[in-house]
């Protein structure tokens, strides 16, 4: 069975630092998925990840994959208070398509 | 475009009754998913379609829970005999292809269950 653990869980930051969450996965996988929730909203592509070693960037985030260290990074550079949200990778496990495991989500909240 | 459109965004059901969330997919997407995502969790898997068939349904919970995607675009989650414990927030997403690749789900706003 699949498990993705994300850490941490909480974190709140002051607007100017920079920060990293991590996506940690228990079995094999080449594809990897960042999504921003806001508070009654829906999922938001942020990032696909699908090979080791991708790098994407978008403004002050940046999201790598290391499929050997079954890692996953979110780096978060200069924050603003724009960036409060809960942010959730996700894993795809099944054999024919997006069968996503999601992490529990790490709540971002940006202080000005 | 319009994106993945979900109705209804509220849903308030007495324990024991019936319910139908629809879904709505983006135009063109032939995969369709639904989660359900608890508060303060991440979403879970529920089932996947690809056109008419579902795919993957090794997510339903049991045999409670079913869901249907008659013509390959519209699709509707029914769920019998509703418990306490089925509430939740239901999504919907759609992709453009089998295995995503470069297409994320997209998801819709949700349709969130309360059974009373």
């Known amino acids: 069975e699949l498990k993705v653990e994300q850490n941490p869980l909480f974190l709140s930051m002051q607007e100017g630092k920079n920060y990293t969450i991590y996506c940690n996965y228990s079995?094999?996988?080449?594809?990897l998925y960042w999504y921003r929730q806001d508070p009654g909203k829906s999922l938001e592509s942020l990032f696909v990840?699908?090979?080791?070693?991708a790098v994407k960037q978008e403004g002050r985030l940046m999201a790598s994959l290391d499929t050997k260290a079954r890692l996953s990074t979110l780096h978060i550079t200069a924050a603003v208070h724009d960036l409060s949200a809960t942010y959730f990778c996700?894993?795809?496990?099944?054999?024919?398509?997006?069968?996503?495991?999601f992490g529990a989500g790490t709540i971002l909240r940006v202080k000005s | 475009g319009a994106g993945v459109s979900q109705t209804p965004s509220n849903k308030v059901t007495e324990k024991g009754k019936y319910v139908e969330l629809r879904c709505d997919p983006i135009?063109?997407?032939?995969?369709l998913y639904w989660y359900r995502q608890s508060l303060g969790q991440g979403p879970e898997f529920l089932i996947y379609?690809?056109?008419?068939?579902?795919?993957?349904d090794s997510g339903l919970p049991n045999d409670r829970f079913f869901a249907v995607r008659p013509e390959g675009s519209v699709s509707t989650l029914k769920i019998q005999r509703t418990e306490r414990g089925d509430s939740a927030v239901y999504l919907c997403?759609?992709?453009?292809?089998?295995?995503?690749?470069?297409?994320?789900?997209?998801f819709g706003n949700g349709t969130r269950l309360t059974v009373t």
């Open positions: 997403a759609s992709s453009l292809n089998q295995r995503g690749g470069n297409s994320p789900l997209h």
């Open positions: 079995t094999t996988s080449d594809r």
């Open positions: 990840l699908l090979s080791n070693g």
């Open positions: 996700a894993v795809d496990w099944g054999e024919y398509g997006n069968k996503l495991v």
């Open positions: 135009s063109g997407h032939t995969a």
């Open positions: 379609f690809q056109g008419t068939g579902a795919a993957d």
